[in-house]
């Protein structure tokens, strides 16, 4: 009887290089800290029977299908207050329009007169937003130099971190 040779060939190994010269390999690494979700990852796919390539190749593809990769990245020099003055321009002017009430002016003025109708509606909502967060931006820059002083005369002192947050959202709803 023969032995069987668990040996590669040198024509296996180019035909492997080859073809590994053609592929591209992603990896996710999980540290000590990830751990459960590594466990979660690892119970999905001794259940289903997939793959872990396969099933990120299908979230990946999910991704991209659903219209996802077209949202804007946001800048990491991005401060919080743009942070919050973007999400208000991608929800205002027209969070309480009914698409019926745009879509009169549509119908009985044409696009041109409705377009420029809107416009102006979106101008004249930004403008009272803008009014609004002016008038409030002084009253929390003053509350912020408060809070300073109280800090410095040790008023948070032994309080727990929850503690000051919801007394610090208690007095901001006060001073707005």
């Known amino acids: 009887m023969e032995e069987i040779k668990n040996t590669i060939s040198d024509a296996q190994k180019a035909a ?5 010269q053609k592929t591209k390999t992603v990896s996710i690494k999980y540290t000590p800290a990830d751990m459960e979700d590594y466990e979660r990852l690892k119970k999905y796919i001794d259940k ?5 390539n396969g099933f990120i190749k299908e ?6 299908e659903s219209g996802q990769n077209q949202k804007p990245v ?4 991005i401060t919080p207050l743009q942070k919050k003055r973007r999400k208000q321009e991608e929800y205002y002017p027209y969070c309480n329009v009914s698409s019926d009430g745009i879509q009169f002016f549509y119908d009985k003025f044409g696009e041109n007169i409705a377009d420029n109708i809107l416009d102006e509606f979106e101008c004249i909502v930004k403008s009272g937003i803008e009014e609004v967060l002016e ?4 009253g929390l820059d003053e509350w912020a130099v408060d809070i300073q ?3 410095d005369d040790g008023e948070y002192q032994g309080k727990s971190t929850e503690e000051i947050r919801k007394e610090l959202i208690n007095e901001l709803c006060d001073i707005l």
């Open 74 to 77: 946001e800048d990491k020099m």
């Open 16 to 20: 492997q290089k080859k073809y590994d």
């Open 59 to 64: 979230l990946v593809n999910d991704f991209f």
């Open 48 to 52: 289903t029977g997939k793959s872990i």
């Open 135 to 138: 008038s409030k931006g002084d």
């Open 149 to 151: 002083e109280r800090i």
